[in-house]
């Protein structure tokens, strides 16, 4: 999600707020009691709102980087095990070069018989 669309989000959040806090106080001020509790409703409902909003919002984040994350793993895994098979076979013709070099010094040495 764009990080404008929060700040947008915020703000309204913010103005919706600061109008119904106007509206709570105005209706306790007429010391109507019920409808000071609807807006009190009101305010929390548009608090739950802006909470589950900024969760969706961080839980959407959190996939599209776990999302990329696997992407670059598998990226430089693909390298990594190249790197792994590379490194195995230049060990197996080390070792290889080895047996020869020994076989053949064994091979070429006079032995006392």
Do not use: C
Not at 71 to 95: C, G, H, K, L, Q
Not at 100 to 110: D, E, K, M, Q, R
């Amino acid at each position: 999600m764009d990080p404008t669309d929060n700040w947008h989000h915020n703000e309204r959040f913010l103005g919706e707020l600061k109008d119904r806090s106007a509206m709570l106080v105005e209706q306790l001020q007429k010391n109507d009691y019920e409808e000071a509790s609807a807006v009190i409703r009101s305010i929390m409902d548009s608090r739950d709102e802006h909470l589950f909003n900024s969760v969706g919002q961080l839980t959407r984040a959190l996939h599209s980087a776990i999302v990329n994350f696997n992407v670059d793993s598998e990226t430089n895994s693909a390298a990594t095990n190249a790197e792994v098979a590379d490194s195995e076979i230049r060990d197996a013709s080390d070792r290889l070069h080895y047996v020869i070099t020994v076989s053949y010094t064994h091979l070429t040495l006079p032995t006392n018989r």
